[in-house]
C-alpha cells in the first residue's frame, strides 16, 4: 500500500463514519424541535416523551461526531499538507464559521439538556431552535469548504502560489449553493427515514403504543418532504456539475465517447477497455436534456479528456447509481405515505407498510455514502479541481499505513460503542413508555 494510498483511505474511512453524524446532526435537532413545539401547541404528555427520548439520542451522536471531526480537522494538516498550505488562507472562513456553529450548538444543547424545569418552556422551545439552526449552519460551512475544492474561486493561482484572496468569493463559489441544497436535503432524508424505520420495527411488535406511533409519523413526514424535493435538487445538481465538471458528469453516466444527442444510462457496468457500459438501460436523448436542457445537446465524453486527468469511471458509476436508485425508492415509499395519509390512514398501521418504513432505515446513509462517492472519487485526480493533483498534496511523511489502520480501529470500536448505546436506549424506550391505543 503506497502511502497516497493510505492517506486516501484513511480519509474516506474518516469522511464515511463522520458523514454520519454530520446528517443526524443536522436533522435531529430540527425533529427535536418541532416535537416540543407540537408538545407546547397541544399539551400531549406523547409529544414531550417523544423530545425527551430523542435529545437523548441527539447528546449521544453530538458527543461522538465532536470526536470524529476533531480527527478530520487533524487529518486535513498531517496526511495533506501541500493542500492546507495554499488553500488554509483561501478557504479558511467557512472552517472557521464553523467551528462557531459547533461551539453555538454545544451551548445551546447544553441548555436544552438541563433547561428543563428551570427555563420558560418557550425559551427552553427556542434553545432547541438554535441547535437545529446552528447544526444545520455548521454542516453547510463544511460543504461549502467541499464545493471550493469542485469549483476553486477567490484567488489567483500564480507560478503555485495563491494571490489576491476574496475569502468571501472563495466561501459562495460557483458550486456551493448547489451542494448545500443536495447535502441539506440528503440529511433530512437519511435521518427521518433512519428515526422512522427504528420506530416502525418497534411497531411491528406492539402496534398499539401511541409513542411510536407518532415517532414515525413526525419523522416522515420531514423525510417525506424532503425526498420528494431531492430529485428536483438532483437535476439542478447534474446540471451545475455538467457546466464545470464534465469529467465527473462523463464518469458517473459512464460516457466514453463525446455524444449529440447522448443517452441516459441506467445501471449496468462500465467495461473501460472496450470503452462501453454492459448491461445498462439507455433512454435516448434522456443525458442531454437532464444536462443542458436540450435533447439535441452534445454532452463531452471521457474520450475528450486527458487519461490522465479521467476519473475513475467504475465506482464513480456505480455508487452514483446506488445514489439515484435509493433516491426514487425513497421518493416513491414518500408518496405513498402522503396518499395513506390523506385517504386511507389505516394502511399506516398495516405490517406491510411498517416492514416497508423499516426496510428503509438505512437506505438514506447508504444514499449519502454514495453521493460523497460521487463527489470525491469524481474530482479525481484533483484535490483541488484543475489546480492541484490529490498526489502532489499528500504527506511526505513515511509509514501512512499504519495511521489509517489505527484510525480504522479507533472507528471500529466507536461503532461499537454508539451501537450499543443507542440500543439500550431504544430498548429502554420500548420498555419505559406505556401502550396507549391510538388517537
Known sequence: MTDLVAARLQMAISLGFHIVFACIGMTMPALMAFSEWRWLKTGKQVYLDITKA??????????????????LSFELGL????????????????????????FVEAIALGIFLYGWNRLNKWMHWLSGVLVMASGILSGIFVVSANAWMNSPAGFDWVNGHAINIDPVKAMFNDAWLSEAIHMTLAAFVSTAFAVAGVHAFLLLKNRSKLFHQQAVKTALIFGSVAALLQPVSGDFSAKDVAKRQPAKLAALEALYKTSKPADLVIGGLPNDKEQRVNYAIHIPKGLSFLAKGDPDAEVQGLDKIPKQDRPPVIITHIAFQLMVMIGFFLAFVSLLYLLFSIKWRHVLMKKWWLGLVAFATPLGFLAVEAGWTVTETGRQPWIIYGIMRTRDAVSSMPGLRYSFLVVTIVYLFLSVIIFWLMRRQINTIHEFYPTAKSE
Open 54 to 71: 430523542w435529545s437523548k439520542g441527539v447528546a449521544i451522536f453530538f458527543a461522538v461526531g465532536a470526536v470524529s471531526g476533531t480527527v
Open 79 to 102: 496526511l495533506w499538507p501541500e493542500f492546507m498550505k495554499y488553500a488554509g488562507a483561501v478557504i479558511g472562513m467557512p472552517f472557521s464559521w464553523e467551528g462557531t456553529a459547533f
